[in-house]
């Protein structure tokens, strides 16, 4: 989510000098990313590896605690190799995961998907390990600030532009582009007046065991003849 000052066309712009001259020149920092979770995080990688000073502000000190693991397909991985972050999921503990055997309940042998063609190596690791990796790698890069606590609360407009935010503490960050990236009640959608409505759908009860209990090292696990279907996955070398 986005809120840019003008059309989102100029998001394509990004790449262009004489886009970067102009937005270099206009703001205490090129970018202020809201939301320090994984897709701020990743954001803020793309950008930072194009010049771009970079600012994050992450509301918690920490990742949340709420149990939330991962599972990433091979395009996934391969958009982080895109990036140089691949060597983060190592640093993270994640583990291979090849593909998914699907478990129907009955007698019937299960079904192996295996990933095919070139990229056949997905990954599996706990969200909240990976973000702190993230976070620690991104605050070692040139040009980019990694902040925590640090809570917004309003955002700093010029007409009908968005040029910044304010902070809880009154600080003011100032930017030519503010991305949103505060998570499912994003405070920032709030400000812009964005409608939003969540539904919920359905309960999830989260349990972690040894990956050695898995009948297939390295696969995700389908099941479906539960009164609810069950997922289940390596999220390290010795997690699922």
């Known amino acids: 989510m986005l809120a840019l000052p003008g059309s989102t ?10 886009v970067t001259k102009r937005i270099t020149n ?11 979770g994984f897709a701020g995080s990743i954001a803020a990688s793309a950008l930072a590896q194009r010049g771009y000073r970079v600012s994050i502000l992450e509301a918690s000190t920490r990742p949340s605690s709420t149990f939330r693991g991962e599972l990433l397909h091979p395009r996934g991985v391969w958009g982080l190799q895109g990036l140089g972050a691949e060597s983060l999921l190592a640093a993270a503990g994640a583990a291979s995961v090849s593909g998914f055997a699907a478990f129907t309940g009955s007698a019937e042998e299960p079904v192996l998907l295996p990933y095919a063609g070139k990229m056949t190596a997905g990954a599996g690791f706990d969200h909240a390990r990976l973000v702190s990796v993230l976070r620690s790698s991104l605050a070692q890069l040139p040009g980019v600030r990694v902040e925590a606590p640090a809570r917004v609360t309003e955002l700093l407009r010029a007409g009908d532009r968005v040029v910044g935010v304010i902070r809880a503490d009154g600080r003011v960050h100032r930017a030519a582009l503010v991305i949103g990236a505060d998570g499912r009640f994003s405070r920032v959608r709030k400000l812009l007046r ?9 309960q999830t009860l989260a349990l972690e065991i040894p990956a050695a209990a898995l009948p297939f090292p390295g696969y995700g696990h389908v099941f479906t003849g539960a009164p609810g279907p069950v997922f289940a996955y390596p999220t390290g070398e010795e997690r699922a």
Request: proline letters at 7%; hydrophobic letters at 45%; charged letters at 25%.
């Open 9 to 18: 066309r100029k998001v394509h712009c990004l790449k262009q000098p004489a």
């Open 26 to 36: 206009s703001a205490d920092r090129d970018v202020v990313i809201v939301g320090g």
């Open 194 to 202: 964005i409608p939003a409505r969540s539904v919920l759908l359905s």
